[in-house]
């Protein structure tokens, strides 16, 4: 079985890590001062927070996006899928 590991490290005005995350039931939550993006995803969250390995045994989507943005915005979205054959 194929086992990944998902890295997901934001930053914010050229280089600088987010303060605080917080995780909800299918997201993760990037704070800092006035700025939120999130990631979405059917992925396991503690798995993605904790960057362990994990097996992948369906298809997984990710969806990182400026929170409170608008699904139609196609700027301020990106859409990973991880596929298995």
């Given at each position: 079985m194929p086992r990944i590991t998902i890295r997901f490290r934001p930053t914010h005005d050229y280089g600088h890590h987010f303060t605080?995350?917080?995780v909800g039931s299918n997201h993760i939550r990037y704070i800092h001062e006035g700025s939120v993006i999130r990631l979405t995803s059917d992925a396991p969250l503690s798995y993605i927070e904790s960057e362990a390995?994990?097996?992948v045994t369906r298809p997984?989507?990710?969806v990182f996006a400026n929170s409170g943005a608008r699904p139609?915005?196609?700027f301020t979205r990106s859409l990973v899928v991880i596929g298995i054959r």
């Open positions: 605080h995350q917080s390995p994990f097996v997984l989507h990710l139609a915005s196609i």
